[in-house]
């Protein structure tokens, strides 16, 4: 059950028709593919990072189901499934983990959320998405207009627009990403995180969890990257090989004892 501390497959849309999610991938009103950012804004630190826009352009891409075919110009796609368990107990492990920083944590970073203020997320929206009949599929977890949402544990669901500093123990720089939109739907939740100025890759990583007739709960970790500008690119061999070793992680870190 999900806490409220102020209580009171169809056809897979394309990034650029946003079905069935909510995106933030830049504060209102701004373009998601260039900084309006001002010039003095400091991108080390974090109270300020929902001023910058992320690193790349293609915001909400990991969205498209032929990404592994058609990927962002320049950019090299990475696509992994596997089944998490099944059941209704290990359904809500999954999804929450995914939607409160918990599948990060697992892969061994530690995790720094900051939430992003009203201005950048009350223009978020979750959009009716349509089942294979036709009907409207309602969202199923996040309130809108900003509201927060909490586990059980007390950690709060990713909105569009949180930031999340990720500090791994090989890097003494944290590495910043944005939540740029999240899956909410009765039987697909999930979260895509998009990087900022200071990662040393460009680009998006969605975590979806899905439940299927059967019952049996699968995680999709679908990525599009390249080398962040200036000294990463050289470097782009061995963050590759950090990157496919973090994927594994991620890939088992749900299949664990629930609890």
Do not use: C
Request: aromatic share 10%; hydrophobic share 40%.
């Amino acid at each position: 059950m999900l806490m409220n501390p102020h209580r009171e497959e169809a056809s897979e849309p394309r990034f650029w028709e946003n079905g069935g999610v909510t995106t933030a991938s830049a504060p209102p009103g701004d373009a998601p593919r260039r900084s309006t950012a001002h010039a003095s804004t400091d991108v080390r630190d974090p109270a300020q990072l929902w001023r910058v826009p992320v690193s790349y352009g293609a915001v909400g891409a990991t969205q498209a189901g032929d990404l592994l075919t058609y990927p962002p110009r320049g950019y090299r796609p990475l696509e992994k499934r596997i089944r998490v368990g099944h059941g209704e107990e290990r359904w809500e492990y999954a999804w929450m983990r995914v939607m409160s920083w918990g599948i990060q944590r697992g892969a061994g970073f530690h995790v720094t959320p900051v939430e992003a203020p009203p201005a950048a997320t009350e223009a978020s929206y979750v959009p009716v998405a349509f089942d294979a009949s036709g009907n409207p599929v309602q969202a199923a977890t996040v309130g809108g207009g900003g509201e927060a949402l909490y586990t059980p544990e007390g950690d709060a669901l990713v909105r569009p627009g949180d930031t999340g500093m990720l500090k791994a123990p090989f890097w003494p720089k944290p590495f910043p990403v944005r939540v740029v939109y999240i899956v909410d739907e009765p039987t697909r939740r999930g979260a895509a995180f998009g990087t900022l100025p200071g990662h040393p890759l460009a680009g998006e990583e969605l975590f979806l969890v899905d439940r299927r007739d059967d019952d049996s709960v699968w995680l999709t970790v679908r990525i599009f990257s390249r080398a962040a500008d200036g000294p990463w690119k050289l470097a782009l061999p061995a963050v590759r090989v950090i990157q496919w070793f973090l994927v594994r992680r991620y890939l088992h870190e749900l299949t664990g004892r629930i609890g």
